[in-house]
């Protein structure tokens, strides 16, 4: 099984960050702007990027400033099943990103591509937290 693992640092409290990864304003400002998200166990966050690329997450850890793990239940055939997760950590006022996209069945062109685009929805996360503004997918050049 393969995994993505990718790390950033944001200079911002370690509740914002939270936020940002759990609701409807933050992940839109930093993902995607057509979604539908709510931070509930068992929830199934839907995400749209345009097209009918129509991906579901289901809720399946909330702590609190420290955790969050979605399950993959629709999209692309290689996503389904994988899970995703981001563990934070807060120090001096510095919130670290641990996000882990783990469970791909193999390493293929679509796991490279979406590798790389995981590291952007990291860069997007640090901007919304410290400038107010992200780089959702509608705003982006690919």
């Known amino acids: 099984m393969e995994k993505i693992e990718h790390i950033?640092?944001?200079k911002s409290p370690i509740a914002e960050v939270y936020?940002?990864?759990?609701?409807?304003?933050?992940?839109?400002?930093?993902?995607?702007e057509e979604l539908i998200v709510k931070p509930e166990l068992g929830f199934i966050?839907?995400?749209n990027f345009g097209d009918n690329d129509n991906t579901k997450m289901k809720v399946l850890e909330l702590v609190p400033n420290q955790r969050i793990l979605w399950e993959c239940v629709e999209s692309d055939p290689e996503w389904v099943g994988t899970k995703i997760s981001f563990d934070l950590t807060e120090?001096?006022?510095v919130t670290s990103v641990v996000l882990k996209h783990f469970d791909w069945r193999e390493l293929t062109e679509f796991y490279q591509w979406c590798n790389y685009n995981w590291a952007m929805f990291l860069l997007s996360l640090k901007s919304y937290c410290?400038?107010?503004e992200g780089t959702p997918y509608q705003k982006r050049k690919f």
């Open 91 to 93: 120090k001096n006022g």
């Open 130 to 132: 410290e400038d107010g």
């Open 45 to 47: 966050n839907e995400f």
């Open 19 to 32: 936020k940002a990864l759990t609701t409807q304003a933050g992940l839109g400002a930093v993902w995607t």
């Open 8 to 10: 950033n640092y944001v």
